[in-house]
């Protein structure tokens, strides 16, 4: 007989029919990791597999009686497990139990024993099953569910995070619309005034001099002036001019130096040379970046001195200010102030990363934002640079 023959003679449905049910039966039970045992109620015999026997913590030799299943079971729980059993032993059919043992390290375990109960016409009762670990499943449910929670509750938390920064957005526009609107009406509103009453003055009925003529029209000039310095403050407050028309290192010196006067704080930069062309959102980001760090210094930290470094990588752009100020809480919380949320919403939306520490147990706060050059960079040069 040929391999092949003696092959298909094996395989045949015919043979696989005549093999017993033990024999499939035992091979189920060991593809599915399952413990065997047959316990006969009556003579106390109990007949168990290896995998059984290391479902319990059994010896892995030797007899096996009930009462070591038993003492395996966690001590508040055994009087119930005997209840059970005892109830399923006098009703035939199949039954179901979930049992708590203690492993030999006294860790806790969680076994299924799925069993059939026979009443024989001897008298002798029959107890069969299969016995199954769940408690790696349980395990793992359990972590599931905790992950589950857990981003639960960081979405939940983001999103009031969210809430509460969009309300503050929303105040503090309202609030710069007022301002801005009261601004508008005391200056722009007194030189319009003034230069209406001034233009009604020239096109009065009576001729003027020529020296009261030019007197006036300088009167005007500076109203136009004035006006125009205002209109390039405003501006410059909304969105600041020498970032797109100087690029984001030199609107960053220009800050710096324009900061050092005005709060007398000592400035220490080093802005890398020839940063590669930052999209304008980007760079925007990262100026306001800047502002705010400096604002809060000056409001809170009681700095002499503020250091700011901006580095690229190969992957990314690095942008450091730190002060030596009285610094950041040992353990920041930085959901309390807008302005740090504010900074990191503004990076994160970059897909950067930003972090707040302090410089040292003594004092000193650290801003540090750091954003991927992929996505960041312009690929080519602006149309404004090929019309100029």
Known sequence: MTQQASYDRLTSPELIDQMSADVRFQLAVEAGELGSWTHDVQTGK????????QHFCLPAAGTVTLQDIVDRVVPQSRADFQRMRERAVSQPGRHKLEVRILDDAQRSRVLRVHFQVLHLPSGHVRVSGVSVDLTNRLMLEASADRAHALVEQLVFERIQRLAELNAHAVATIE?????????????MGSNLTLMSLELARLRGPQPLEPEALQKGLAQLASLVESLRQYKHRVISGLRPPLLQELGLEMAMQSYLEEFARSSGIEIDVDIEPNLPLIKEDAALALFRVLQESLTNTAKYAHAHMVRVRFDTDDKALRLEVSDDGQGLPIVPDTSRSFGLQGIRERIHALGGTASFSRVSRS???RILVTIPKQGNLEDTLPSSFDQV
């Open 46 to 53: 109990l007949v168990c597999s290896a995998m059984f026997r």
């Open 363 to 365: 004092g000193g706060t």
């Open 175 to 187: 609030r710069e619309r007022k301002t801005l609107a009261r601004e508008l009406h005391d200056e």
